[in-house]
């Protein structure tokens, strides 16, 4: 289904305005393309950061931060639970055993208790004084208690990267390489990495960080390791996060939401990487019983990262299907579109139009 000329004009005239003032967005990209593969719009606006004399355009790489979630879910076609250690962190601050175990599905919907410690005060404060960097691409720093029962709520978390890992002891191979192996290379995709290759950083767009009286400053990246590390022992040294780990272009990562809304298949390349089945699977809502969910809203826990989110989903009851929130609304969402979005501002939809 292609967009009309005075749709494409308006979105277009969209994110341009949106880059237009010194306190509007330094810059944006924005894909949009059907299941069949080819683009409905594809529109760069902007520059390439606070500060910069460069124009955005469409090669430019982002850090799409937890819009990795959705290629990890894809990679979890098989995978293994091994979390018997992990505890669950009290409202006062104590240590309890799980009454049950985690299993893949409660990682990918979110229920294990995995929470992150900017996005929830107990566990940034059970962190204190050394603190939690869930960015650090260490271990250590991803073996941190559960905030709730295994199976007993909804926190958005770490979850995704522990089923990456268990990817990883299946498979025996870095999540990086089942990837490319597995996914990129099948769907044609190059631009899309853990570890940026040097023409992909050379085309790294900004971070940029807006202050409280409105204005924007570049900003150094937060996942810093993954872009520093060069020889092969660096590289094993550092953990691939499936929640929030990828480097791409725009235009690359929507050939995997392509493949989605194809049902499996690359309409690029034909190449099949999930069953229908799976696919209808990834689209069912896991939480049939917590409509409201998204009521609770997210804490600005650590204001340096993020602000505070009161609704996920203002006025539409909501569900979460393995990896993405499922949600339809007034503004043209079909019903069970997926919605989700990377930190650094990077949202994705994948639905019906």
Not at 18 to 35: E, I
Not at 58 to 87: M, P
Not at 104 to 123: D, E, I, K, V
Not at 245 to 268: K, M, W
């Amino acid at each position: 289904m292609a967009l009309s000329a005075n749709t494409i004009a308006n979105l277009r005239n969209t994110f341009d305005q949106a880059c237009s003032n010194a306190n509007g967005l330094p810059g944006v990209v924005g894909v949009a393309v059907g299941r069949d593969g080819q683009e409905l719009f594809a529109h760069a606006a902007g520059q390439r950061g606070a500060g910069s004399d460069e124009a955005m355009n469409l090669d430019h790489v982002f850090w799409i931060a937890s819009c990795t979630k959705v290629v990890t879910g894809i990679a979890c076609r098989v995978a293994v639970s091994e979390l018997r250690n992990i505890k669950v962190l009290q409202p006062d601050g104590t240590l309890v055993d799980k009454k049950r175990g985690i299993t893949l599905r409660m990682l990918l919907s979110h229920t294990a208790g995995f929470a992150y410690s900017f996005f929830h005060p107990g566990l940034r404060d059970y962190g204190k004084p050394i603190g939690w960097n869930e960015f650090s691409m260490h271990r250590s720093d991803m073996a941190q208690p559960l905030v709730h029962q295994p199976g007993e709520d909804w926190q958005f978390g770490l979850g995704i990267d522990w089923a990456g890992f268990c990817v990883e002891r299946l498979t025996d191979l870095s999540l990086e390489t089942y990837f490319h192996l597995h996914i990129f290379d099948p769907l044609g995709i190059r631009d899309m990495s853990i570890f940026p290759s040097r023409s992909m950083k050379s085309q790294l767009a900004f971070m940029n960080q807006r202050r409280p009286d409105g204005s924007i400053i570049p900003r150094d990246h937060l996942l810093h390791r993954s872009l520093i590390v060069t020889t092969p022992e660096e590289i094993r040294s550092c953990v691939n996060s499936g929640g929030a780990g990828l480097f791409a272009q725009p235009r690359e990562y929507v050939q995997i939401l392509a493949t989605l809304l194809n049902d499996g298949i690359s309409p690029r390349t034909g190449e099949r990487i999930l069953q229908k089945a799976t696919v209808d699977a990834m689209f069912e809502n896991q939480i049939p019983q917590w409509p409201e969910f998204g009521r609770k809203g997210i804490p600005a826990v650590k204001p340096d990262l993020t602000n505070t989110v009161p609704d996920l989903y203002p006025g539409q009851k909501q569900g979460w299907g393995l990896t993405f929130m499922l949600s339809d609304g007034p503004t043209g969402r079909s019903g069970g579109t997926a919605h989700f979005a990377g930190l650094p501002n990077v949202p994705g939809l994948v639905g019906a139009i």
